[in-house]
Every structure is written in C-alpha cells, then in structure tokens.
C-alpha cells in the first residue's frame, strides 16, 4: 500500500494511465440493471404460477359441475371463491355461465396481478389477470 501511494505521488502520469479497478467500476454501474431484471423475472414467474393455480381452481369446479355434484352456477362461484380463499388470492370478479344450447359451462376469474408479484414493481400498470375455462356438461341420465 505504501508503495503505490509513494510511485503515485512520484509519476502522477503514470498512475492516470493504470487501468487498474476499472472492471469493479462497471460492475457497479451495471449491478442494479441486473438487479431489476431479475426482479422482474421473479414476478413474471409468480404470475404465471398464480394463474396455473387459478387455472386449477376453476378447472375443478367445472369438472364438478360437469359432473353433476354443483347444480347451479352459484355453486360454482361459492367453490372458487372458497378454493382461492384458502391460497390467499382474493379475485375481483368470478363468473360461471352455462349455456344449455352447447351444454358449456363457462367460468372466468379476474385476479388482480398485484397478488401474484413480489416485488410490484410493474403493479403501477394495475394489470388485472384474466383466467378463462371452459367444460361440457355430461349427461348420465340418457
């Protein structure tokens, strides 16, 4: 240490010239972009993993509905809203629609993506994830 601080005070030329620490500089500069996109890979990833298990939810009231164990849409709802309660997702709208022309039931949740993130960074959009699924109704009965 002492010999650097006595070459430095001797040829301050020289010691502009040393391209010594410059990696370590940009690695500072460069640190908090890396940081922020891994960041939001993160959250990406936890809005896709939300929407699988919203996905899930939905997917099993239809097939229960499908099935005949919930008669009415209401029961639909009433399960979803459950289902997703006890995984700390609170939806902002549930529908289930059946359509006895086509024999479908048709159930959309709308989550708030905010729900879904870590860190929020893109929660200043106020996104809104939309799931969608439909299952056709079976009949025993014939």
Known sequence: MVDLITSTLRSPARFLRRQDGTATVEAVLWFPIFLAIFGLMIDATMI???ES???DVIQDANRNRSIGRFTTDDE???FIN???AAESI???TVTAVTDP???IITTSV???MKQFQVFGWSSLLNLEVT???GHLLEDWTA
């Open 82 to 84: 459950t289902m997703l």
């Open 131 to 133: 799931v969608t699924a």
């Open 101 to 103: 022309t086509t024999a």
């Open 90 to 92: 609170k939806p902002k």
């Open 76 to 78: 639909v709802v009433a």
């Open 53 to 55: 298990d919203v996905l």
């Open 48 to 50: 896709f993993h939300g």
């Open 110 to 112: 709308v989550v708030p």
